[in-house]
C-alpha cells in the first residue's frame, strides 16, 4: 500500500502520522516552519497564503488548547476558520462520521483538522477523500486516541533541532505514561527518521507498551540511569485519570519516582533541554523549579508550534 | 397586513418562510444563488460583498450543521461574524428575546439568523425592527418550532430546478414525519409557488397534520403508493425523539413502512431523484444503498445550500 | 508601587480599574471612543487599526453578552480574535493560570481580555507581563469578581458626559446591590476622578458594603430620598442568586421598596437620566414603563459601549 500520507510524486497529502514520514518530507517542514517563525514576530502577523480557504476544526475530542494553535496558525495564514464541537453535534444525532465529512466536504472545505478519541479516525477520513475522488482536501491529525500526534512530534524535532542541530550525536529521553502517549509514538517515529543517536523510553512497566523493545528505543524503569548524560529530556503529562487508577499507586509515589527534579535532571548533561507537552501537572511529572528553570524549553515548543502547523497547513495547500 | 418579509416596493427585507414568499421573488433568489455557486468553487472562494457588516448566529435551539452552513455563507461574503449560543446565556439570566435583541441592534448588528424552538420567534424579531423603526436590520429565518425553515426550502427548490428544470410537470414526494417537520412545511409552500404537478405527502397518518388536506397536497398512508410514478422523492428525518414515543411502535416498524429502499424507489420514475434535509438515520428512514446510490442528490443540496444563503444574505444586505 | 495601568510615561499598558485611573486618561479614552462612534454606523464597519493582532478573550467565568461586545469591538478594528472558554479547558486540565497565560504569549498573543470570578485575576496577569519583560502584551478586565469592570464604568462615564455634558454640576444615584457590584465600585471611583458634584449610594443596609461611607459617597435606605433631584439614575442588576437568599425577603418585595417605577423617577430631576448595565430584570428592579420610557440611556449604553471598547483596544495597542 501507498503511504496515504504522500501523493504519487511524494509530496505531503495529509499529515497523520510521523510513522512512515520520511526524512526529506519532515526536514521540508521544519525548513518552512523556520520562515513562518517571522511571520509571528511582525507588527501584521498575517500572510495571505491560505485566504480564501476553509480550514474547519473537527474536534470529536474536547481540547481548547490544540484547538486554538491551530485556529491561530489558520488565522495567521488568513483562512476562514470554522470551529466545530463536534462531540455535541450531528454525532450526537446519529449521523456516521464519513456522513459528516461528506457533508463538510459538499460545502467546499479545503482542510480538516481532526481530533478524535479513537485511533485511525483521521486516516479513515484520508482513505474516503481518496475514494471519493477528493484529493485536494486536505487532513491533519490533531491527536487520534493513543496512536498519533504528528504536529506535536514535528514542533518537539523542531524544537530540538533548533537547541541541538545535529540529531545523530544526541541522546533523547521520554519520561513517564508512554504506553498512553501519542506524544511519545510520534516522537519515537519522527527521532528514528531524523537520525538521532539513542532513545531511551523511561517509565514504570505498568505505563510501557508490551512491544516498546521493538520501536529501536532503551527501555529503562530507573529515572536516574535514563537521563544520565542526555542531551533531551522529554517528559510527559501524567494523564489525571491514570493516577488513582490500577496503574499506579499515587501521584505522589509517582512523583518520587519518575517526577524530574533539580536532583534528577543534574544526571544528565549540563546543557540538556527538557521539554513538556503541556498541559503541565507541576509537582507530578515535574519540579517547578525544572519547568521554569534554565534548561527548560517548554514555551519555545508553544512557539514553534505554531510555526509548524503554519508551515503543514501551507505545505498542504500547496503553497 | 403587508407580508412583513417584503418591503413597500415587493423586495425582500426579512426572510421568514416560504408561505407567501412571491414566484419572482422566489426564483431570483435560486437565479441569483447560480452566480454564487461558481465562487465556492474558486481557488479564493470570497467575494466582498458583506464586508464589514455584523451577521449574527442566534440560536436559541443548537444545530451546528445548520449553523455552520450560515457561518461559511457569510465568512465567503466577508461579513464579521459572531456565533451566539443564545440558550446557555443571557435568557437563562432572565432577559426577554427583545431586549437580546435591542442589545444586538445597539450594537450595530446588519443581519440576525435565527433558529428558535418556538414558532414565530423570528417574526416576531422582524416586526419588532419595523416598530423600532430599524428597517436596515434584516433577519432569516434558520428554523423556528414545527413552522418554517425556508433557507432549506428554497435549496430544495435549488435542487429540484437544477436536475429537472420545468416544476410544471414533475411528481414530488414527500416522505415521513410530515407532522413536527418544518422542512415539509417550507418544501410544500414553495413547490406551490413555484407551480410543481403534483405534490404528495406520505406517511403514517399519526405523522400527517389534521388540515395537511387543506395545504393543496395529496394524502398517501402508503409509500409504494406514493411513490409511484413520482419524479422527486423528499425524504424527512425521523427525530430520534418520535421513534420510542406514542406515535411509533419501534424504529425498524418504521423502517419496513416508510424506509426507502431500492425496491421501494424502483416504483418511481427511474430518473427520479432523492433528496434528504440531513443528518440521515440509515436503516431508519432510508437505506444506505439509496442514500449512496446514484439517483441520490442529497450533497448536491448541501453543495448548493450554501449558495443559496449566500443569495439569500446577499439580497437583503441590497447587493 | 507605581501603578500598574500606566507605563514610565503615564500612558496607559493595561486597563484593569478606574480607581487610580487618571482623569486625563480617562478623557482620552472617552475622546478616541468618540471618533469610534462613526465607525459603526458606516456602511463598512471597519478599521484596520489592529489588522494582524491576536486578541484572546479569555473567559474564566462565562458572559456571552460582554464577550460579545468585546468580539465586535475587536473584529471592527480588524483584530483576529480567539475565544477560549477557559472555565471548560487547561484550568480543568490541573494547569496554573499562569502557565495558560505563558502559553498563549508564546502563542505571540498581543492582548487578553479577561474575565475571572476572582477579584484581582487581571492584575495578577498584568504584573506577570512585567515579571517576564512582556510589556508589550496588554491586559484588559472584563470584570473580576466584586472588584471592578472598568470598561463598564468608562460607557457610564461617556453616556453620562454625552447626555449632561459637566460632571462638576451632576448628582447621581447608583440604586440597588452596591455591595456585590463591579459596576457600582467602578462608576464611584470613574465619577470621583471626573469631579462629580455628588454620588448617591441607595440600597438597603445588607446590600451596601459596610466600608461605604469611605468611598466618599453619600448613603441613603430610602429610595425616595435618594433620587431626589437627581440627574442620574444608575440601576444595578439584582442578581437572581440574591433574591431568594438571606440577604432579602423576596423579589416583589424588592421591587416595593428599589424597583424604580415612573412616580419614583418623577422626585428626581425632569431631564434625569436612567441607565443599566443590563441584562435588565424587568418587575425586579426595573418597571417596564421606566425601561421603555422617554429618560432611559440604556441602549445608547450599549452602543457607546462598543465605541469604548474599541478605543481602549486601540490605545493599548499603540494607536
Known amino acids: 500500500m501507498l503511504n496515504p500520507q504522500l501523493d ?26 523556520s520562515s513562518f517563525l517571522e511571520v509571528s514576530d511582525r ?17 470529536f475530542e474536547n481540547s481548547t488548547r490544540t484547538r486554538t494553535t491551530f485556529e491561530i496558525a489558520a488565522k495567521r495564514l488568513s483562512a476562514d476558520v470554522i470551529n466545530l464541537d463536534v462531540g455535541r453535534s450531528s ?11 461528506d457533508n463538510l466536504v459538499a460545502m467546499h472545505a479545503d482542510m480538516f483538522v481532526v481530533r478524535h478519541a479513537s485511533s485511525g479516525a483521521p486516516h479513515l ?54 504506553l498512553h502517549s501519542r506524544v ?10 531524523l537520525g538521532a543517536g539513542e532513545v531511551r523510553a523511561v517509565g514504570p512497566q505498568t505505563l510501557l507498551p508490551s512491544a516498546i523493545g521493538r520501536m529501536g528505543v532503551r527501555v529503562f524503569n530507573d529515572l536516574a540511569e ?24 499515587s501521584a505522589s509515589e509517582y512523583f518520587n519516582c519518575y517526577g524530574l527534579t533539580p536532583e534528577k535532571l543534574a544526571l544528565a548533561k549540563p546543557d540538556a533541554i527538557v521539554m513538556h507537552p503541556g498541559p503541565m501537572n507541576r509537582g507530578v511529572e515535574i519540579d517547578s ?15 514553534f508550534g505554531i510555526a509548524v502547523r503554519m508551515a503543514v497547513m501551507s505545505i498542504l495547500a500547496g503553497n
Not at 8 to 33: F, Q
Open 226 to 249: 535514563g537521563l544520565r548524560d542526555c542531551d533531551v529530556v522529554i517528559m510527559l503529562r501524567l494523564q489525571n485519570e491514570r493516577m488513582n487508577g490500577a496503574l499506579l499507586p
Open 125 to 178: 477520513i484520508a482513505e474516503h477523500m481518496q475514494r471519493i475522488g477528493r484529493e485536494d482536501v486536505h487532513v491533519v491529525n490533531a491527536g487520534d486516541g493513543r496512536h498519533a500526534h504528528p504536529t506535536q512530534g514535528l514542533l518537539d524535532m523542531y524544537t530540538i533541532r533548533h537547541f541541538k542541530r545535529d540529531f545523530s550525536k544526541l541522546t533523547v529521553a521520554i519520561v513517564g505514561d508512554i
Open 91 to 101: 454525532t450526537a444525532k446519529g449521523e456516521t462520521l464519513l456522513d459528516t465529512i
Open 8 to 33: 504519487a510524486n511524494g509530496e505531503l497529502k495529509h499529515l497523520l502520522s510521523t510513522e512512515g514520514l520520511p526524512r526529506e518530507v519532515m526536514t521540508h517542514i521544519l525548513d518552512t516552519a
Open 184 to 193: 511519545a509514538r510520534s516522537d519515537i517515529f519522527a527521532l528514528a527518521a
Open 43 to 59: 507588527d501584521v502577523k498575517k500572510v495571505p497564503l491560505l485566504r480564501g480557504k476553509s480550514v474547519f476544526n473537527l474536534f
Open 289 to 303: 523549579l525544572v519547568a521554569d528553570g534554565r534548561q527548560a524549553v517548554i514555551l519555545s515548543q508553544v512557539t
